[in-house]
């Protein structure tokens, strides 16, 4: 009899602790959503590092394949990356069409969204304020980073081909600053976002692409 006892306030315990885990798991979820869910369109500056898998065993030591530049956002799924660093591209998504334009090489590439498009649909619902993650994602809260801030865990369920999990780095005000996705093969992708900037409007044709005068085009996939 006195051993329940002891075990039943321990049990009331662990119970307690995983309710409170989940609690501030939603949470945080709902921050996010105040943040961003209500926002029609915006920019963020950004830096992107690939890191390969045999970069990521050696630590800091070596730093991967850096850009940076500026992301734009329409809802629901309008996106255009326009990198300034190490050399100008730009990438316009919505929800059927990828396209990448390489000025300096004269050329641009046509992707199915479907297909190549899914890191950038990624960043289209962190923009919407994680709205309904639960049904792509298995949504894990680690623990919290040196900085105080939250770690979210995002495995693709049902499970994606090309890749293995995401992880968000998430700041007390419920701002997302870090993205971490991680290639079924071991290289990671790292998008690092400053403050975002609220915008009502964007110029007409702002996320659609026209090929320019003496661009080869490429049409990548299986549209055309």
């Not at 396209?99 to 479907?114: E, G, L, M, S």
Request: proline residues 4%.
């Amino acid at each position: 009899m006195g051993r329940r006892l002891i075990i039943l306030p321990i049990l009331i315990f662990v119970f307690n602790g995983l309710a409170m885990a989940e609690e501030s798991l939603i949470n945080i979820l709902e921050g996010i959503q105040k943040n961003y869910g209500h926002i029609s369109g915006l920019s963020v500056p950004y830096s992107r590092e690939v890191i390969t898998r045999s970069m990521s065993m050696l630590g800091d030591q070596v730093k991967g394949d850096m850009a940076s530049g500026t992301i734009y956002f329409k809802h629901p799924y309008l996106l255009r990356l326009e990198q300034e660093k190490p050399k100008a591209e730009t990438i316009i998504s919505n929800s059927d069409t990828l396209w990448w334009y390489i000025p300096d090489k004269k050329c641009a590439h046509r992707y199915p969204a479907k297909d190549f498009g899914k890191e950038l649909r990624l960043l289209s619902d962190i923009f919407r304020g994680l709205s309904q993650v639960e049904n792509s994602f298995q949504v894990l809260l680690q623990n919290r980073n040196k900085s105080g801030e939250y770690e979210i865990e995002l495995i693709p369920d049902p499970p994606w081909q090309e890749i293995n999990k995401i992880n968000l780095t998430v700041t007390k005000k419920y701002e997302i600053r870090t993205i971490r996705i991680h290639n079924q093969l071991g290289s990671i992708t790292v998008f690092k976002l400053g403050g975002f900037t609220e915008k009502e409007g964007f110029e007409k044709g702002f996320f659609q692409f026209i090929v320019p005068e003496g661009v080869k085009l490429t049409m990548e996939g299986t549209s055309q």
